[in-house]
């Protein structure tokens, strides 16, 4: 369980970090005016008709934080895997609850995902979950699926871990996206068992209640990859076909664990092709990469030997987190994560 857990977020690192978008997530570890001046750029582009996409800059300031690195998932997945590993591999809600409080505590304040601000605010204000997961605009997100995968690498695959990811889930989210979460830690395990990547991933399609949005998602995506061999045209299909263009953030969990799971099945054991089709469904590839990456990882495919990821990813930087900064990937389950003011 412990190899298995140090490749799950070692895979998810190394996907997040290859992210365009995990460029914008890193700025704001830079000066504040730096982002308001490139937002002005932009807005000035925008009245002169330029196209010309201003990207995160470093003025007279260190530019570390605009290189390849992990981002906030997977800094939320070794937050949770030591959570777990503090807790002797057992969840406890109240536990979990109490390292999410302490996060206020810390002297840099995290930067959180509105479910997570929606939870972290509730908790504090003395709210439980499932209201914390209930209670907000974005219960549907995505942001229970990460720590899903965490609690599915270190708990037995027994029935109290569906229930420990059920709990675990309506910290941040109700409905679809505490199923979803479900549906992750079923794909996850199945895949570290030995199953196929198609025994998984339909052990997750079934645990969807049926005529479900993630049930639907998840059943159009898998029929898109039923339907083609290029990782090319898989991406743009998905896309074109499940990626929904109306909501603000790409972020639905229904969308993302659809087009997760369809990449995975679809493009192994070719875990290049599975990396880059995810990070080429624009919307929602920062969220879709890292469980990509994880889920390859729990079959024993990296884009390249374990071995090299301390060479190749840096130390997670924070970018949510500020306590994770300076802990390699490789090393979550050797570094005490979770204390209170750590």
């Known amino acids: 369980m412990r190899h298995l857990a140090t490749r799950v977020v070692a895979g998810a690192a190394i996907a997040e970090a290859t992210l365009w978008t995990g460029l914008f997530d890193r700025a704001h570890l830079l000066p504040p005016w730096t982002r308001r001046k490139r937002r002005e750029i932009e807005h000035d582009h925008d009245v002169a008709g330029l196209l010309d996409l201003p990207v995160p800059f470093a003025l007279n300031v260190p530019a570390t934080p605009l290189y390849a690195a992990p981002g906030p998932r997977s800094e939320w997945l070794a937050f949770q895997v030591g959570l777990v590993a503090s807790t002797r591999r057992r969840y406890d809600l109240a536990a979990t609850t109490a390292a999410w409080r302490g996060l206020a505590d810390d002297a840099e304040a995290p930067r959180l995902s509105i479910s997570q601000r929606a939870a972290l605010d509730g908790l504090l204000a003395g709210v439980a979950p499932p209201l914390t997961g209930h209670d907000h605009a974005r219960h549907a997100d995505d942001a229970a699926c990460v720590r899903a995968l965490a609690l599915a690498t270190l708990l037995p695959d027994d029935g109290a871990l569906l229930c420990a990811v059920r ?176």
């Open 167 to 342: 709990d675990d889930a309506t910290i941040t989210n109700a409905e679809d996206g505490v199923w979803c979460a479900e549906a992750v830690a079923v794909a996850l395990t199945a895949t570290a068992r030995g199953d196929t990547p198609e025994r998984a991933v339909a052990a997750a399609a079934a645990h969807l209640p049926p005529r479900s949005w993630s049930a639907e998602r998840l059943h159009r995506a898998l029929r898109i990859g039923a339907e083609t061999t290029s990782s090319v045209e898989l991406a743009l299909r998905l896309d074109h076909d499940v990626a929904n263009a109306a909501y603000s953030y790409g972020d639905a969990a229904p969308d993302v664990v659809a087009i997760a799971l369809t990449i995975f099945r679809t493009c192994h054991p070719r875990v290049d092709a599975a990396l880059f089709a995810a990070l080429a469904v624009p919307r929602h590839a920062a969220a879709v990469a890292p469980l990509v990456g994880a889920m390859c990882a729990a079959g024993g495919a990296l884009p390249f030997p374990l071995g090299r990821t301390r060479e190749l990813i840096p130390s997670f930087l924070g970018v949510s987190l500020p306590r994770l900064r300076g802990v390699h990937p490789l090393d979550v389950l050797d570094t005490t994560t979770h204390d209170e003011g750590a």
